[in-house]
């Protein structure tokens, strides 16, 4: 089946990054195609890519990009969500004249219509929220 | 609840958290007019404190935030014309129907299971 | 058949009641994250109404040290079936 996540919650803040990408491992490995997960509200922070948790804790960005690269899946991010939270690429934050980026591929800005899409299109659609 | 005159919506589409309070109500808002936007029906259900989404006289934040009123008078335009509303919520906030700022169809709690159940596809916010 | 999906516990927050009225008869219940707690033997009559189509997700019960602490109308069920439980449903609503 093809699935994608919406995922809501800040990486560590809550535990709803954690049971996403628990989830996400687990239906890759019983053969599920994982089409994309979409940050929207404070999920967006997942795509920060200066993220620097301690070493005995799991990196959750590059356990994210990781699926990117094993599976394919594709890390999409609310353009507008992320704007707001200071979460800009190269090219928005080059519209907006700041110095340096705070998102990087994998991970894609995107609107929300990629969600609607998603949720219209793939056979589950699951939410993980704080 | 059987007034489904009209094609059966493809996306529900259920607002729970109140204005102002939290990003919320904005955010699922906003994930509604995108799929009409894109030619989707849309039905949007106000549940618990999302019915006060619904109030007349909303003003903005105290520090100027928009607030979603302005957004909400925009649903018409948008061809979201199923606002439905929790009638427990709105019986235990003290409104009614004439309270809101739209015109909305209450539901029981029977008909809420209904709409979700017949739903191709919800969204909590 | 849809599966609802709650991640706080009801005896911290009456999200539980909002997924309560939005199931149908048979429709399903997973408590994840802290939601575990609901299905403690004190707590777990919040869900009466839904007895016998609740589950919880082992991994967050051990976490939480509370494996096998569960009243025993809960279905403890391992990450595996919790997709599985997705595969087995129209979709699934989480209720946060």
Redesign the interface.
Known sequence: MRYAILLLGAPYSSQASHSALRFAQALVARGHRLEAVFFYHDGVQNAARLMSPPQDEPHLADVWRRLHAEHSVALLVCIATALRRGLLDEKEAARHGKLGHSVAAPFELTGLGQLIDLGLSCDRLVTFAP | MNNLSGPVS??LV?L?HAPHGS??LR?GL??AL??A??G?RVSLLF??EGVTALCRHQGPGPLGQKGTAATLEMLEMYDIDSLWVEMAALERLGLYTEDLMLPTQPVS?DQ???M??AA?????F | MKLHILNRSPAVSGVYRQALDAMSPDDLLLLIEDAVLGGAPGLVDYFDEVAGRVYALREDLEARGLAGRLDASIQVIDIDGFVDLTERSKQSVSWF
Do not use: K, Q, Y
Not at chain 2, 120 to 124: E, K, Y
């Open positions: 493809e996306l259920i729970r990003s919320w955010e906003d994930a995108v799929a936007a894109f989707r549940m618990g709690s809420l299971a209904a979700v159940a191709p596809l919800v969204l909590t």
